[in-house]
């Protein structure tokens, strides 16, 4: 199977950060406190959620980012992320824009999206993926004083 076929399928949910493009988040956001969603290789914080550990079910704090399987569960991926920084996390999301779907309008649009121009290039790959690409940032209420 080709990369872009992975893409359109849900053959495999994860695909990987282009360091480049994370880059770019460490120099804004410092570094994370946790990656939520990754596996051993390919882990963005010190401290990091496999699938066998199952970040849905784990508590997020401080720094957070997320690149989240990108299949069927991604509406509970956001929904982890919006409620962890309705707790007091700050939860970076690199996530398809798929504005069309309920998870989008559910979640996403609660942050602060920026759209990323052009396609990125994850994990390997030679080609770009075939949709776009948005951060979504969510973070703590702000507290009455």
């Known amino acids: ?18 360091p480049e493009f994370f880059k770019q988040l460490v120099d ?3 570094e994370f406190d946790l990656d939520p969603c990754s ?4 882990a963005k914080a010190a401290k990091y959620f496999t699938q066998f550990d199952d970040g849905l079910v784990q508590e997020w704090s401080g720094k ?9 569960t991604i509406k509970q991926w956001m929904r982890k992320a919006y409620e962890s920084a309705q707790s007091g996390a700050t939860v970076v999301c690199l996530v398809p824009a798929r504005t ?18 052009g396609r990125l290039k994850f ?6 993926a075939p949709f776009p690409s948005a951060v979504v940032v969510f973070t703590p209420p702000q507290r009455m004083r």
């Open 64 to 72: 957070v980012f997320m690149n989240p399987p990108y299949g069927r």
């Open 1 to 18: 199977m080709s990369f872009n076929e992975g893409l359109r399928s849900s053959a495999t949910p994860e695909w990987s950060t282009p």
């Open 100 to 117: 069309d779907t309920g998870w989008w309008h559910d979640y996403a649009a609660k942050g602060e999206v920026r759209f990323i121009r």
């Open 39 to 42: 596996t051993a290789d390919n």
């Open 123 to 128: 994990g390997n790959s030679k080609n770009s």
């Open 28 to 30: 804004e956001f410092g």
